[in-house]
C-alpha cells in the first residue's frame, strides 16, 4: 500500500517540491492530507490534483470557499480549517509521514502532534527546533517518530551519517559538522554597503528558489544561523564544534568529520527535490527528478569564512545557542518580525539585526523548562520587536 504523506504548507516552496516528488511514485505514495495557510485557490488547485482525504486552510475565514470549491470540483476530500484542525490531521490515522514546511513559529504546533504521534516526520520548519528543539526532539524520541532532516544541509548530515537501529542519526566519533552557506545576494558587501538593500533584491538569490522569509534570512544569514541552532538538536553537537563555510556554488551541502580525521561530504545540485526523496524513500533511494553533478561543467568548489561584521545575525545565533533557555525562541521571534516587517517595506535591512540583538539583551535567557514558557517568550519578543518598529517608524 502507497505510503500516506500529509504536506503540511503545501502551497509552498518546499510544499510543491514535495508534490513534485510525490507525483513521480503514484503506487509508492500517495499525498492524503494537504494544509495551507491562507491561498484556498491554490489548494484548490492542489486537491484537484492529488485528489487527498483531507484538505485544511490554516485561516478559518477561507472554510466555506474551500468546502464549496472542494463540491464544485466533485471531489471527496473533506475540508477542514484552522491551526487546531492541521494539528490534529498530522497526528491522525489518514497519514504515516508528515512533511512539515509551514514558514516560522506557526508550523510548531502541528511538528509536535506528528512527532508526539511517531509518524516519519519530514522536518523543513526549522524555526520549530529553533524555538523548542529540546522538547520536539524529546517527543520525537518519545513517540517513534524517525526524524528526517529536509533542510539541505542537515539532510545532507543525515545521508552522511548514516541512522542507529532505532532510527537516530549515528553520531558515534563524529567529532565536527561543518554547514556551507551560499553567502546569499549580498555575499562580499560591507555593511555599509547594505544599508539600503531592497526587499525584492534581498529576496533573489542566486542558487534556490525559496519562499520570501528564508530568502531574507539567507540574505542575512539568520538563515545559517538558525541552521547552526538546528543542527545541535539533530545532532546533540555543541556551538563549538558546529562551523560555518560559505561555499557559493552551493553544490557541497554540508560536511561532517570524525575523530579518525575523516571528513565525508555531501553534493548534488541545489535542488531540495533531493533531500525530499531521501526523506520519503529513506532508506531506499527514489527518483527526485534531480539530475546528477556534472564537476566538470562546474569547474570549482570555493569556500569562504563567513563575515560576521556585515552579517552579524549569525552571531546572534551563536551567542543564543550559548546562553540557552529562552534565548533561541526569543532570537526566532525578534527575526520573523523583523523579516515581515522589512519584507513590508516598514524597516530596513539592517534592521533586522538590530531589532534581533534588542530583543536578545531586553529578554534575558531564562531557563526553558516547559512549552508555555517558550511560547511566552516568543510572544514577549515579539511584542517587544513590534513596539521598537512602531515606535521607529510611527
Ligand atoms: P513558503 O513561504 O514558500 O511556504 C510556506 C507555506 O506555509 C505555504 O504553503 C503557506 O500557505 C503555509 N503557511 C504559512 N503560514 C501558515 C500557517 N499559519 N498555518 C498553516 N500554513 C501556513 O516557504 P518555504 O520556502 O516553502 O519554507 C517553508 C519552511 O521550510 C520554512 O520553515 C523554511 O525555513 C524551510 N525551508 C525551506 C527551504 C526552501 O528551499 N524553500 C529550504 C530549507 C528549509
Ligand atoms: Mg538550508
Not at 522538547?135 to 524517525?146: F, P
Not at 545521508?159 to 566519533?173: H, K, V
Not at 531586553?362 to 511560547?375: F, K, R, V
Amino acid at each position: 500500500m502507497a505510503m500516506q504523506v500529509a504536506v503540511l504548507g503545501a502551497t509552498g516552496s518546499i510544499g510543491t517540491s514535495t508534490l513534485d516528488v510525490v507525483a513521480r511514485h503514484p503506487g509508492r505514495l500517495r499525498a492524503s492530507v494537504l494544509a495551507a495557510g491562507s491561498n484556498v485557490d491554490a489548494l484548490l488547485d492542489l486537491c484537484r490534483r492529488f485528489e487527498p482525504l483531507h484538505a485544511a486552510i490554516a485561516d478559518e475565514a477561507g472554510y466555506p470557499a474551500l468546502r464549496d470549491g472542494l463540491r464544485a470540483a466533485g471531489l471527496a476530500t473533506r475540508a477542514h480549517a484552522g491551526a487546531a484542525a492541521i494539528e490534529q490531521l498530522a497526528a491522525g490515522e489518514d497519514c504515516d509521514t508528515v512533511v512539515a514546511a509551514i514558514v516560522g513559529a506557526a508550523g510548531l504546533a502541528s511538528t509536535l502532534a506528528a512527532a508526539r504521534a511517531g509518524k516519519r516526520l519530514l522536518l523543513a520548519n526549522k524555526e520549530s527546533l529553533v524555538l523548542a528543539g529540546e522538547l520536539l526532539m524529546h517527543a520525537a524520541r518519545e513517540g517513534g517518530a524517525l526524524v528526517v532532516p529536509v533542510d539541505s544541509e542537515h539532510n545532507a548530515i543525515f545521508q552522511c551519517l548514516g541512522c542507529n537501529p532505532d532510527g537516530t542519526p549515528a553520531t558515534a566519533g563524529l567529532a565536527r559538522i561543518q554547514l556551507t552557506a551560499s553567502g546569499g545576494p549580498f555575499r562580499g558587501r560591507s555593511r555599509e554597503e547594505l544599508a539600503d538593500v531592497t526587499p525584492a533584491q534581498a529576496v533573489a538569490h542566486p542558487k534556490w528558489s525559496m519562499g520570501p522569509k528564508i530568502s531574507v534570512d539567507s540574505a542575512t544569514l539568520m538563515n545559517k544561523g538558525l541552521e547552526v541552532i538546528e543542527a545541535h538538536h539533530l545532532f546533540g553537537m555543541p556551538g563549538e564544534r558546529i562551523g560555518v563555510l560559505v561555499h557559493p556554488q552551493s553544490l557541497v551541502h554540508s560536511l561532517v568529520e570524525f575523530t579518525d580525521g575523516s571528513t565525508l561530504a555531501q553534493l548534488g545540485l541545489p535542488d531540495m527535490r533531493t533531500a525530499l526523496a531521501v526523506g520519503l524513500g529513506w532508506p531506499e533511494r527514489i527518483r527526485s527528478g534531480v539530475g546528477g553533478l556534472d564537476l566538470l561543467q562546474h569547474g570549482r568548489l570555493d569556500f569562504e569564512r563567513p563575515d560576521l561584521d556585515a552579517f552579524p545575525c549569525l552571531r546572534l545565533a551563536f551567542e543564543a545557542l550559548e546562553a540557552g533557555g529562552t534565548a533561541p525562541a526569543v532570537l526566532n521571534a525578534a527575526n520573523e518580525v523583523a523579516v515581515s516587517c522589512f519584507l513590508q517595506g516598514r524597516t530596513g535591512f539592517l534592521d533586522i539585526p538590530a531589532l534581533v540583538e534588542d530583543c536578545l539583551q531586553a529578554l534575558p535567557a531564562a531557563p526553558a523548562d516547559s512549552l508555555e514558557t517558550l511560547l511566552d517568550a516568543d510572544a514577549r519578543a515579539r511584542a517587544h520587536a513590534s513596539d521598537r518598529i512602531a515606535r521607529a517608524r510611527p
